[in-house]
């Protein structure tokens, strides 16, 4: 069935992979709207002939456009936000604005003709609690407003309660997905993100650099997994109103993760550890481990994981190195 979608942050690390997932199917329209903040026309740019293709250089916080936009539309994949903890802290009244105003922005305008919205949360929801794997009900353990960290947990969760109450209140068909690390092609090191940090680092010859003492762990996800399971939230009924975790539960630490970058770039690059306090402030707080009890997407969408950590590496590194090449 032919299907008019909108996607929010289209130039981004994600939002390109599923316009291009989107695109695949001919019966797909896909709108998209993005003010190249975090994104860039380069993820998109071989797209951007596609007649289906409609992009919008613009910002969710202007909304005429986005109103014209999700008239246009028969759902939305809400991507667009200020992303990650570095960025967020570098830039903290923008940030909160965008991901709070921006998103209500979305939600009351799809609520007007009850279009279906998704919505992309984060794994820092579950904030300190060690109690992993988490599930959608697992508690959130945050730390104090003065730890400027937290806030963007705070923010997507105040998405995610802006979701769940337009669909109480409004009957607005909603679902909210929880990404844990996705990782993949075109995705920038530029903001703190550590898979395509060390590859860069591992390539340039330069040390690659650990935050802490390495020991934490992470659970890694490849963009193509994620973007294919988006879309079959979207379209599945079974999914409205509820929250899925979104993730691969297999975690590493962040040491073996450098060691598996280095080995896999064959860069003669040191491995280096550096404390927080030198990339952060002081009110730093790090968080051990974010591990996804994925049984619920699994159950309601048939989710597995299909590519494995060294997939995604090897994946990163050839995209990292064609960059190289053409310059
Ligand atoms: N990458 C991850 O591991 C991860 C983890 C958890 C959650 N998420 C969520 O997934 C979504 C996509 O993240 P991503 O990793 O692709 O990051 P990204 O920074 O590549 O994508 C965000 C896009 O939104 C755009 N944008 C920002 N503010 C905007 C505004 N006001 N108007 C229009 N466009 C705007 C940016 O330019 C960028 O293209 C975000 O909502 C993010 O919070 C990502």
Same mark, same amino acid.
């Given at each position: 069935m032919k299907k008019r979608c909108l996607v929010t942050g289209g130039a981004g690390f994600i939002g390109s992979h599923l316009i291009e997932q989107l695109l695949s199917d001919s019966n797909n329209d896909v709108w998209t709207i993005d003010d190249f903040s975090t994104g860039s026309k380069d993820n998109i740019s071989h797209l951007l002939n596609n007649p289906k293709l409609h992009f919008h250089q613009g910002s969710i916080l202007n909304e005429s456009l986005l109103?014209?936009?999700?008239?246009?539309?028969?759902?939305?994949?809400? %991507?667009?936000?200020?992303?990650?903890?570095?960025?967020?802290m570098d830039n903290l009244i923008e940030s909160?604005?965008?991901?709070?105003?921006?998103?209500?922005?979305? %939600?009351?305008?799809?609520?007007?003709?009850?279009?279906?919205?998704?919505?992309?949360?984060?794994?820092?929801?579950?904030?300190?609690?060690?109690?992993?794997?988490?599930?959608?009900?697992?508690?959130?353990?945050?730390?104090?407003?003065?730890?400027?960290?937290?806030?963007?947990?705070?923010?997507?969760?105040?998405?995610?309660?802006l979701a769940l109450a337009y669909h109480k209140?409004?009957? %607005?068909?909603?679902?909210?997905?929880?990404?844990?690390?996705?990782?993949?092609?075109?995705?920038?090191?530029?903001?703190?993100?550590v898979i395509p940090r060390f590859v860069n680092q591992a390539l340039k010859g330069?040390?690659?650099?650990?935050?802490?003492?390495?020991?934490?762990?992470?659970?890694?996800i490849h963009v193509t997994d994620v973007v294919r399971n988006l879309i079959s939230m979207m379209e599945s009924k079974n999914t409205i109103g509820e929250i899925f975790n979104l993730g691969n539960p297999e975690a590493v630490t962040i040491s073996n993760l450098a060691y598996a970058v280095k080995k896999l770039t064959e860069s003669k690059s040191d491995i280096k550890y550096i404390p927080y306090t030198q990339i952060y402030d002081d009110s730093f707080e790090d968080l051990r481990y974010r591990v996804p009890d994925i049984s619920k997407i699994s159950k309601a969408v048939g989710f597995k994981p299909t590519k494995s950590l060294e997939d995604i590496l090897k994946d990163v590194i050839k995209y990292y190195k064609n960059k190289e090449k053409c310059g």
């Open positions: 109103k014209e936009l999700i008239d246009r539309c028969e759902v939305i994949y809400h %991507l667009a936000a200020a992303v990650g903890v570095k960025y967020v909160m604005k965008i991901n709070i105003e921006g998103t209500e922005n979305v %939600l009351e305008m799809a609520s007007r003709d009850k279009k279906k919205v998704l919505i992309t949360s984060s794994s820092e929801i579950y904030g300190k609690n060690e109690n992993y794997p988490f599930k959608e009900e697992s508690d959130r353990i945050l730390g104090s407003t003065t730890k400027l960290r937290w806030s963007y947990s705070s923010s997507k969760a105040i998405d995610e309660f209140e409004k009957g %607005l068909p909603i679902v909210i997905t929880r990404l844990f690390n996705v990782a993949g092609p075109r995705q920038t090191g530029a903001y703190g993100m330069e040390p690659i650099t650990v935050y802490g003492d390495g020991s934490s762990t992470r659970s890694f």
